[in-house]
């Protein structure tokens, strides 16, 4: 086993951070290595080839710095390159190497969840246009009505600590009424894109009590450890000492300061070039 082998959690942006909160919290025992591609950020706009080429980009930068196994936490890297890179790459990269995402563990999960079967998605343009969750939902909750709405003004007004603003708000309201016009008694939202569970609270506070609102970050901790627990020999390789690095292609000064206000603890970033 490689001395130092952490799993690799990578994102667009900074979004990934609360998935990564979640799996320390959930598997503090483990190495892990994030990396942000906040420099090219943000995915959710791009078309799928660049989306691709960029998190090729990130999944080989994670695999040559010792990680076994990375995780996509972000929604469109999943939409838009994970299959293509689990199908056609790795086989030519390493074989024993594994990429996974966020997007199917999510669509498992959240057809246990609804009650009167009707699920809503937000997230960006990129992964509603996509339409992986629609996809995915119908293999594992077929009889689940999903209705999406894209929200591509989010990421940046939560990046840029905007949404207790007014003009924020009203963004975030109009965004969450759109949803639940297409379905009044959609019973369940998820939260479709990482960089949301920052904002939870006050979408919890517009739907109100009776609309159960769910972040990836829990179940993908939970389905993370599920994966190690039936892959032994990659549980095995991968190190554990507890450490976390952080990367990212953005100057790492604006890194640290935006991703403590995600993570509520003060950061030292790398900055790296892929």
Same mark, same amino acid.
Request: hydrophobic share 40%; charged share 25%; aromatic share 0%.
């Given at each position: 086993m490689n001395k130092y082998a952490p799993i690799g959690i990578f994102d667009s942006g900074y979004g990934g951070l609360t998935v990564l909160a979640e799996i320390k919290k959930h598997l503090p025992q483990y190495d892990y290595l994030y990396l942000g591609d906040n420099a090219r950020a943000p995915y959710g706009t791009r078309s799928f080839d660049v989306v691709y080429d960029y998190t090729l980009d990130a999944v080989n930068e994670l695999f040559s710095r010792g990680c076994e196994l990375v995780i996509l936490a972000c929604n469109t890297a999943s939409a838009k390159a994970l299959r293509t890179i689990q199908q056609q790459d790795l086989p030519k990269i390493d074989v024993n190497k594994r990429v996974l995402g966020v997007i199917r563990p999510s669509a498992e999960e959240i057809g246990t969840i609804t009650k009167t079967g009707n699920v809503g998605i937000l997230a960006t343009e990129g992964t509603v246009r996509s339409e992986s969750y629609v996809l995915e939902l119908d293999k594992h909750a077929p009889n689940v009505n999903v209705f999406q709405q894209a929200c591509p003004m989010w990421v940046p007004i939560i990046e840029n600590q905007k949404y207790q603003t007014a003009a924020g708000k009203l963004f975030i309201q109009e965004d969450i009424k759109e949803l639940m016009r297409q379905n009044p008694q959609i019973d369940t939202i998820l939260l479709g894109c990482t960089h949301y569970p920052i904002i939870q609270p006050y979408i919890e506070s517009i739907v +109100? %009590?009776? @609309?159960?609102?769910?972040?990836? +970050? %829990?179940? @993908?901790?939970?389905?993370?450890?599920?994966y190690l627990k039936r892959h032994i020999d990659m549980e095995q390789r991968c190190s554990k000492s507890g450490a976390i690095t952080y990367l990212t292609t953005e100057n790492k000064d604006v890194f640290n300061k935006k991703a403590g206000h995600f993570l509520g603890e003060q950061i030292s970033a790398i900055h790296v070039k892929i």
């Open positions: +109100g %009590p009776d @609309v159960r609102v769910v972040a990836q +970050g %829990p179940i @993908v901790a939970q389905k993370l450890d599920e």
